[in-house]
């Protein structure tokens, strides 16, 4: 079975800090708060089309401790859940008692999965974090959220904890902190794992850095392919477009992603030929 994805359609995106971030990773400087939608535009489109939107991305900018402030707007997101909207977080580093008062609202929470100090410290410019830190945290949410959802139609990666892993997040360059990650995944052994590829964007520090290597990008696709045996893999949102993406897109498949956001012409003309079963969303694709 093949997913593909258009989260654009019935997902809205929201962050709870505006335009506002003080963490300022390099790879985005707050850039990609400014495609999302605040808590009170958010309301209005939600209420200007009733039973259109099915789903919320709930982000924001983070703390210089690496969270977004996520507990003071719980009102706002219990009014989400009672409006029968599903909620998928993106949180970073929440403690137990927060990940406790959040869980009755949780459909998924998407987690950045890095094993690597060097970006930890360099690019998300967490000092006080460490690899050990993101793989303590990882389990945390995991235990308490709870991993597999088992009553979900066959074939479905069904999972409340959705790792995510940028490859080539250190400027565009594939090293081992990349390759580190996939073994440390293939010990955590999660249910679905969502793969974004470094893009290079206007007004980061990052902004003129290179796109990763397709070669590099394919030795950590097939390590992951090779050790991830208990994981479905999905290509997310953040990749690089145009010919490169079609590229990419076509080798994740060859190397058994089963899972595309928005994907190229050429992968589904392919998935098409191969007579792979293919099941759509309009959501995102951590709430398979």
Excluded: W
Excluded at 21 to 41: D, F, I, P, R, V
């Amino acid at each position: 079975m093949i997913f593909f994805f258009t989260p654009l359609g019935r997902t809205i995106p929201i962050s709870l800090t505006g335009t506002h971030c003080g963490l300022m990773c390099s790879h985005c400087n707050a850039e990609y708060l400014k495609g999302m939608l605040t808590k009170e535009q958010a309301l209005k489109l939600i209420k200007g089309k009733p039973h259109y939107y099915t789903s919320a991305l709930i982000s924001g900018g983070s703390t210089a401790e690496g969270k977004v402030p996520i507990m003071q707007h719980l009102r706002f997101i219990k009014k989400l859940k009672q409006m029968g909207l599903k909620l998928n977080f993106h949180t970073g580093f929440l403690n137990k008692s927060e990940l406790i008062k959040l869980k009755p609202y949780v459909d998924r929470l998407s987690f950045d999965f890095i094993y690597d100090d060097d970006v930890i410290h360099n690019v998300y410019h967490l000092l006080s974090k460490s690899k050990e830190d993101y793989e303590k945290t990882y389990l945390l949410i995991r235990r308490v959220l709870g991993g597999k959802i088992h009553d979900v139609p066959y074939g479905y990666p069904s999972t409340k904890t959705v790792p995510h892993f940028t490859i080539g997040l250190n400027g565009g360059k594939v090293g081992k902190g990349d390759f580190d990650t996939i073994d440390e995944l293939a010990y955590l052994r999660p249910t679905l794992l969502v793969i974004n590829i470094f893009v290079p964007t206007r007004g980061t520090p990052f902004e003129n850095c290179p796109v990763p290597s397709l070669n590099d990008v394919q030795k950590v696709l097939n390590k992951a392919h090779r050790r991830l045996t208990q994981t479905t893999m999905f290509l997310g949102c953040m990749r690089p477009f145009g010919e490169y993406r079609e590229k990419l897109d076509m080798m994740a498949y060859e190397e058994g992603v089963k899972g595309f956001v928005k994907p190229t012409k050429p992968l589904i003309e392919r998935v098409k030929k191969d007579n792979e079963q293919i099941t759509t969303s309009e959501e995102c694709c951590a709430l398979i």
